[in-house]
């Protein structure tokens, strides 16, 4: 059967039995397989998962399995750095393969080669600047790192990431998130504003004067979080106001301004920890995506958790998985058929793991 009729199937089925086979299906295949889980997947997913975590924990456990099939529950790019980071003879499937990452499109091959080519014209790239992709990037930007010198960093590494970059060469460029650049050079590295340019990759020469490129010590491509992108300080005042006891927690995606005004910023698991280690009593309203937010509320019964916008800010394609998709992958592994599998291209492979090894050495 065909994953379209199959699906089709399993969505006219009742849930309860959905997980239940899911449950089933798990155990019969036993260490044959591991399901990653990203701390934003929907709650009826991540209960499978045998590991959860961010990027860089489930980066972390994908090198070390030794298990056949893989699956990732969570979105594009970490599938793929999942397949370059374990052996040929493992397979990787994302369970719906468009699950995507709004982030990760903002900034394609073309556009990241033209703007090399760009800084070649007005100085000596590859002497003079570090590229440094955040992990939500395609595959191809990875081996670009690779290939000339970069490093691929998380949330949760980024300044000392940036700390190693700095040290190859004097300029970094960071790609695709402008937020997750800024934040961690200003807010944890002190660096002046003065020192940064934003690249714009539809504007020639990124919108700046071959003086201003020169200048900067560090550019900053204009991506962001689609997700991130909704919490605003003003809504940590209105907290505040209801709350004078509030603490205000915000992943660095998040604008500056809106980790500026945070008492704490902290990557996926940092914010986790942060929680867990505070008092029983204690209150949060949290800057990251809903999932995430309302686990935290199940996982510290303790405390008070609220998600700091008014708005659903959900990471859309993080959803897409849902059990129908887990229970049709793993139907598929039993009976040898087609699994969604996730497969980096031989030419990708060898220069991304470069830059993923560079950062898994550092953290
Ligand atoms: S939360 Fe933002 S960065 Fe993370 S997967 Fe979703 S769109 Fe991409």
Redo the contacts with the bound molecule.
């Keep these: 059967m065909d994953t379209t009729t199959l699906l089709e199937q399993l969505y006219q089925t009742p849930e309860a039995e959905i997980l239940t086979r899911i449950a089933t299906l798990k155990a019969a295949l036993g260490d044959q397989i591991l399901i990653l889980g990203?701390h934003?997947q929907r709650e009826e997913v991540i209960r499978f998962a045998d590991i959860t975590g961010d990027s860089l924990k489930l980066a972390h456990e994908a090198a070390r399995s030794t298990a056949r099939d893989i699956i990732f529950c969570?979105?594009h790019?970490?599938a793929e750095t999942a397949d370059i980071l374990t052996d040929d003879h493992q397979r990787v499937s994302l369970p719906d393969p468009a699950?995507?990452?709004?982030?990760?499109d903002m900034a394609n091959e073309e556009q990241v080669a033209r703007c090399w080519q760009e800084l070649n014209e007005i100085l000596d790239a590859e002497t003079t600047v570090t590229p440094v992709t955040?992990i939500?990037s395609t595959a191809a930007l990875k081996a670009f790192c690779g290939e000339h010198g970069g490093i691929v960093c998380t949330s949760s590494n980024a300044q000392t990431v940036m700390t190693w970059a700095w040290d190859q060469r004097e300029k970094i460029l960071f790609f695709p998130?402008q937020h997750l650049g800024e934040n961690t050079a200003v807010l944890r590295m002190g660096i002046p504003d003065d020192a940064m340019i934003v690249w714009d990759p539809f504007q020639p020469m990124g919108g700046h004067s071959p003086e201003a490129i020169q200048q900067a010590k560090l550019i900053l491509w204009k991506g962001f979080?689609?997700?991130?992108q909704w919490f605003k300080a003003e809504h940590a005042e209105t907290m505040r106001q209801e709350d004078p006891t509030i603490q205000i927690l915000a992943h660095p995606?998040c604008s500056r301004a809106m980790c500026e005004t945070a008492d704490f910023v902290g990557s996926t698991e940092a914010i986790i920890q942060h929680v867990a280690n505070a008092k029983p009593g204690a209150s949060f309203a949290v800057a990251?995506?809903l999932n995430l937010v309302n686990r935290l509320g199940i996982l510290n019964p303790d405390k008070s958790i609220r998600f700091l916008s008014p708005m659903i800010c959900m990471?859309?394609?993080?959803f897409r998985t849902d059990p129908q998709h887990l229970l049709a992958t793993l139907i598929a592994i039993q009976e040898s058929g087609e699994i969604n599998q996730i497969c980096v291209p031989n030419d990708q492979q060898l220069h991304a793991k470069l830059a993923l090894e560079r950062m898994l050495r550092l953290a």
């Design positions: 990203h934003y969570g979105v790019f970490m699950a995507g990452c709004s982030m990760a955040y939500n998130d979080c689609s997700v991130h995606e990251t995506e990471c859309s394609t993080m």
